[in-house]
């Protein structure tokens, strides 16, 4: 399949304790597995199962995603920032192959 | 004095009774086929029956296209180490498989918030399942009207 390309937008700086906002982004097809080619055959489930977001190696945020969310995957959400550090986002493709990406934020 | 109508009144007219009573209908409906989808709330919770308030659902009324629907979910918690979100459960109530997402917070979530993008077949009930750090549930529903379904053919 064409390669899933993660986006991520993350403030580049905050305060201490701030509550910012996360967007995360893949491109990737979702198949369902309900949907069927022209002969009839069922085209089998692809989706990214999995979405983790750590900071500084910690958990802060994880979706298990089904087949009942959209294709190219987006999620929003809120991470409390109590030091600089780097994010770390990791989505999981039911192949078994791992997308990640690094964002750093800095706190003053 | 007369009430005369022309023909684009009464069309109207008539049209807007039929939706109000489809409306009506598919709302019995969704409540009468859920088997599945209290079996999964069961599944989340852990057998507890969940509670109204505290999370709230936002979706769109109407949807045009079933494909990409955007959903977001928030719960009212103070999100410190021992009062927390544990996790958030979205369902589709009118899809073939009724899981759309489960979200997973921690404490450093800050505040309790999360949106994505799924899939509706028809119209339906959207449902969110919250579920505490203590253990406790609670549940929100919104009925979201499809206009394309968006699970292929």
Redesign the interface.
């Known amino acids: 399949m064409a390669q899933a390309k993660p986006r991520v937008k993350v403030p580049k700086k905050a305060s201490k304790d701030e509550v910012i906002a996360i967007k995360t982004l893949i491109s990737h097809k979702m198949e369902s597995g309900q949907r069927k080619d022209k002969e009839g055959n069922v085209i089998p489930r692809q989706i990214i199962n999995k979405f983790t977001c750590e900071f500084n190696g910690k958990m802060v945020f994880g979706c298990d995603l089904e087949p009942a969310v959209s294709a190219n995957p987006y999620l929003e959400f809120n991470v409390r920032v109590p030091e600089s550090g780097t994010f770390k986002f990791s989505w999981v493709d039911d192949d078994g192959s791992v997308y990640t990406k690094e964002s750093k934020i800095t706190v003053e | 004095m007369t009430v005369s109508l022309n023909r684009r009144q009464a069309l109207a007219l008539g049209a807007g009774a039929a939706a109000l009573f489809l409306t009506v209908g598919t709302r019995g409906e969704a409540f009468a086929a859920s088997d599945d989808v209290k079996k999964a709330i069961m599944d989340f919770t852990g057998g507890k029956e969940p509670a109204a308030g505290k999370v709230e659902l936002t979706a769109p009324e109407i949807a045009e296209n079933g ?3 955007p959903v ?1 979910v928030a719960v009212d918690s103070p ?1 410190t180490a021992e009062d927390h979100v544990a996790s958030v459960m979205l369902l ?1 109530a009118g ?3 009724p ?8 404490d ?13 077949a028809t119209t339906q009930d959207v449902i969110a399942v919250a579920k505490m750090a203590d253990g406790s549930v609670f549940i929100d529903t919104k009925t979201v009207k499809v206009t394309i379904g ?4």
């Open positions: 494909n990409t629907v977001s999100m589709a899809n073939p498989n899981g759309v997402a489960t979200f997973h917070f921690s450093m979530s800050g505040e309790c918030a999360a949106s994505t993008r799924m899939r509706l968006g699970c292929g053919g």
